[in-house]
Every structure is written in structure tokens, then in C-alpha cells.
């Protein structure tokens, strides 16, 4: 045990590597809060950079830059209605309302304070339950991914505003967008008509910015007169009895975020669309109408998206197998410094284990610290005149999304999304569920076909498989629990 706090202290009494710490977290806060330029973007250039460093050393900024980029996404979500990255597009839906309110100081320091309850309950379920869950998220299978991603698309109800039917056009929008490109099984063409550039998909990051942030320009444009609202920025630190009075909340949905966040190939955004259902789903008395700016979406949104990431590093300290993206271009960096992850590694390396959760627990503590800091400048973004911060908005929008494959066709991408956007919104519908059908449509199509091809097309074991299987029921009661619940509320 004491091998263990030693091993776990080491980035925290070595100046240098606490340093490294600080520095990534600071500067992945500020890399997050720019829409395209992503922490995966930014965790595979470090790689460049570190390769011939200290294996501890690199580590330690590479964490540093994970917790912080997942939290930045929820500055220009709040104060601009565009996210910095896709965690974050549940953020805005109640982020934005309340900085548009004038409490755009208040709503960072909850989203801080959260964030950071969040990530910690992340690093303590990876400290104590690894392990345990590696174990559980190898029991998936196929049909379970399939079974998950059906219940992110349900939240098309909690994300569709006062109309369901207007929800539902946009989600499938989303999910057809989605199929656009080459079938990830056999690489057939899918919805190109012959087009080469269409061969690629639609990248969401570019649709992202184009429907939040290209789109929102837009229909700035018709309130210029408006003059901006006067943030109050006089109380930025949330009180105690505020705090208090959501705990429970974060508690759960920090530990939906854990588990989403382990099951390999999901991630933050995910998570944050399961905790936010959660939240709509068991408040009842909620602040103001969800949506509308009421603080238990924006606590489930950031507590879930940061405790993702103590759940995404089990899959790949324990099983050697990417919880997301950033963690996959991680497992990257440790094969190139001649580490192995994955079962043998609590046993063979235990002090890179022990390391790592001390890193992300002084990550997590500096973005609480740098995250109360500097609230008074960013807050005075939404002050800006509108003439001077549109322009502002289109061209950091441009430079993001060319950033992520330095190619001029996702531009185009973001444009002719933020028109489409920019047209939906002005008739009443939600871009979210848009976003939403093209991160999760690709996971239905292609775990719903392994799934199937896994019994050999055989329908009748196909379905005798989601009852045979306990997670597999558990999946499909919570399916089906929550088709009847969102249908009984829209009854009533």
C-alpha cells in the first residue's frame, strides 16, 4: 500500500512533473473551448512531441490535456451555443439559457464544481474498481452496443423540445447523415451518387459547429439591435447549500459516465445524452424547464462527460482497449515507450497504474482551479457587440474545422450545415437530435450487423438473444421502460 501512495504521489512532489500536469490541464481547457480543435487532435500531436521524453513525463501531460479538454467544451457552449467538442452538446442546452439570462459566471462555476465531483468520482472508480469493470464491459457483446445506442437515440424526446414528432424528423436527418460514406463492413458506397468526396462521410465535428455555431450566427443576424446582456459576475463560486442540493444528482450521473465511459468505443458524448435523460427523466421540480436553462441538465451533462474519462482508462490500463478515441491514440503512445497495456499490466507495471490515477486525480484538482479563474474574462465574450463577435464566431469556426483533416470539403460541410441548421431552427426545430443520429447512427448500423451475423442471420436466436443474455434483457426492459415512459408523458 505504501508502494502504492508513493507511486500515486510521485507527479505530485516532483516540480517537474507537476508542472506538465498544470500545463496540459490549462492548456487542454483552452484547446476544448475552441469548436474543432478536439483533445484527440491535440493528445496525437503530444505524441510527435513526447515520444523520446520520459515515459512519465509524457503521461503526465497527455492526462493533463484529457481532463482538461473534455471540461473547456463547456465554455463556448455556455457562453456562445456552440460546443467545443461533442461531450459538450448537452451542455448548451441549458448552458446557453442561462447565459443568456446574464448568468453565464454562475452557470461556468456550477459547470467547474461539477465537472470536477465528476471527474473525481471517475478516478476513484479506477482506482478501486478496475478490475471489476474491465471484467463487466468484456461481457458485451455486439447486440448490447446495439441495445445502448438504441437507448442514446431515445433521448431524441428529452432533446426534442415541445415537439416530439419534429424531434423524431431530426434525429433520423441525423442518422442518414450519418450513413453517408463507405460501409464500414464491406466499403461499399453508401448515399456518394458517384461523388468521391462523399466517400468519407460526414464529419461530425464539422457538422457540430456548422449547426451550433454557423447556424446560431445566422440567426444572430436578425437580432443585431439587441444590445448584449450584462453578466453577473459578482457571485461565480456556487454556495455550498447549492452544491448540496445536487450532489445525489451528480452521484448518478457521475456513475452513469463511469460506466458509459468504460464500455469501449463510447465516450463522453454518450454519456452525457444518457445522464441528461436521467436527469429530465427523475426530476421533478426541476429549477426552470430543461432546455430553458435549468441547472440539473447542465450538472448531469458536465458530471457525466468528466467522469467518462476515469472510466475511459480502464478499458485501456486493464484490457489494452480504447474506452474512446483520445484513449485509443494513448494506447498508441504507450506501445511506442515500449509499454504493453492490458491485464499484466496492474501486475508487471503496477507503478504506471498508480501514476496515472495520481495524474488525473492533480489534473482533475487543476481544472478546478483554473476553471474558477479567468471566468471574468471569458465571461465577457457574451458582452461583446454583436457586429464585432459574429465575425469573430464564423472565422474561429473556419480554422477549427479545417484543422481537423486540413481539408476545404468539410468547410463546405459546416457552411451547408449551419444554412440547414439556420433554417430548422427557424422553424421551430432542435438541431441536437441532428447531432445526435450521426454519432449513434453508425453504432446501430454496425452493431445491430455483427449482432446478426454473429448468429448467422438465424431471426429466431437473434431475438432470443436480447432475453437470453441478462444484460442483454436489462437492455431491452430499459428500451422498452423508456419508450412507454416518454410516450405516457407526451399524453399527459
Known amino acids: 500500500m505504501s508502494q502504492a501512495f508513493e507511486y500515486f504521489s510521485m507527479g505530485w512532489v516532483d516540480p517537474y512533473l507537476f508542472f506538465l500536469t498544470a500545463l496540459g490541464t490549462f492548456a487542454g481547457i483552452y484547446v476544448g473551448a475552441i469548436p474543432g480543435l478536439s483533445v484527440t487532435m491535440a493528445v496525437s500531436i503530444l505524441i510527435s512531441f513526447t515520444f523520446a521524453w520520459d515515459v512519465n513525463e509524457a503521461l503526465a501531460l497527455m492526462a493533463g490535456v484529457f481532463m482538461g479538454g473534455v471540461y473547456g467544451g463547456s465554455r463556448t457552449a455556455i457562453l456562445l451555443n456552440i460546443p467545443g467538442a461533442p461531450s459538450a452538446v448537452v451542455t448548451a442546452l441549458d448552458g446557453y439559457p442561462l447565459a443568456k439570462r446574464g448568468e453565464a459566471g454562475s452557470a461556468i462555476g456550477l459547470s467547474t464544481v461539477m465537472s470536477f465531483i465528476g471527474g473525481l468520482i471517475g478516478i476513484i472508480t479506477l482506482m478501486i474498481a478496475a478490475p471489476i469493470i474491465s471484467e463487466f464491459t468484456l ?7 446495439f441495445l445502448l445506442a438504441i437507448l442514446g437515440l431515445l433521448l431524441v424526446g428529452a432533446l426534442s423540445g415541445e415537439s416530439l414528432a419534429k424531434g423524431i424528423f431530426c434525429a433520423a436527418l441525423g ?10 463492413l464491406t466499403a ?8 468521391l468526396e462523399l466517400t468519407g462521410g460526414v464529419p461530425y465535428i464539422a457538422a457540430m459547429i456548422g449547426f451550433f455555431g ?13 444590445k448584449p446582456i450584462r453578466q453577473n459576475l459578482e457571485k461565480i463560486l456556487p454556495s455550498w447549500k447549492l452544491v448540496k442540493k445536487y450532489l445525489p444528482l451528480s452521484l448518478q450521473t457521475s456513475g452513469i459516465g463511469v460506466i458509459v465511459g468504460a464500455l469501449p468505443g463510447t465516450g463522453g458524448d454518450i454519456a452525457s445524452l444518457l445522464a441528461y435523460d436521467h436527469a429530465k427523466r427523475i426530476t421533478k421540480d426541476p429549477s426552470v424547464p430543461f432546455g430553458e436553462g435549468a441547472y440539473e441538465g447542465l450538472i448531469a451533462a458536465e458530471t457525466a ?8 482508462y480502464i478499458p485501456m490500463l486493464t484490457l489494452g482497449m480504447p ?4 484513449t485509443a491514440v494513448m494506447i498508441g503512445a504507450l506501445f511506442i515507450h515500449g509499454i504493453q497495456p492490458g491485464p499484466l499490466m496492474l501486475t508487471e507495471t503496477p507503478h504506471l497504474f498508480w501514476f496515472t490515477v495520481g495524474n488525473l486525480t492533480l489534473a482533475n484538482l487543476c481544472i478546478l482551479i483554473f476553471g474558477l479563474t479567468g471566468i471574468k474574462l471569458f465571461s465577457k465574450i457574451v458582452q461583446c457587440p454583436k457586429g464585432i463577435l459574429l465575425p469573430i464566431i464564423v472565422v474561429l469556426s473556419v480554422v477549427g474545422t479545417y484543422a481537423i483533416q486540413n481539408s476545404v470539403v468539410d468547410i463546405y460541410w459546416m457552411f451547408g450545415c449551419g444554412v440547414l441548421g439556420y433554417f430548422l431552427k427557424m422553424y421551430g426545430y432542435q438541431v441536437a437530435p441532428i447531432i445526435l443520429g450521426i454519432i449513434l447512427g ?13 448468429v448467422q442471420n438465424d431471426i429466431g436466436l437473434f431475438f432470443w438473444e436480447f432475453l437470453s443474455n441478462p444484460i442483454s434483457l436489462i437492455l431491452t426492459a430499459s428500451v422498452f421502460l423508456i419508450l412507454l415512459n416518454q410516450f405516457r408523458n407526451r399524453k399527459t
Open 139 to 145: 461481457m458485451f457483446a455486439p447486440r448490447d452496443y
Open 175 to 184: 442518422v442518414t447523415l450519418g450513413m453517408i460514406g463507405l460501409d464500414p
Open 188 to 195: 461499399e458506397e453508401r448515399f456518394t451518387f458517384g461523388n
Open 214 to 226: 454557423i447556424a446560431e450566427v445566422f440567426v444572430q443576424l436578425h437580432h443585431l439591435d439587441i
Open 305 to 312: 462527460n468528466n467522469a467518462a474519462v476515469g472510466g475511459a
Open 323 to 326: 474506452g474512446d478515441a483520445v
Open 442 to 454: 453508425p453504432m446501430i448500423d454496425v452493431s445491430y450487423r455483427r449482432a446478426a451475423l454473429s
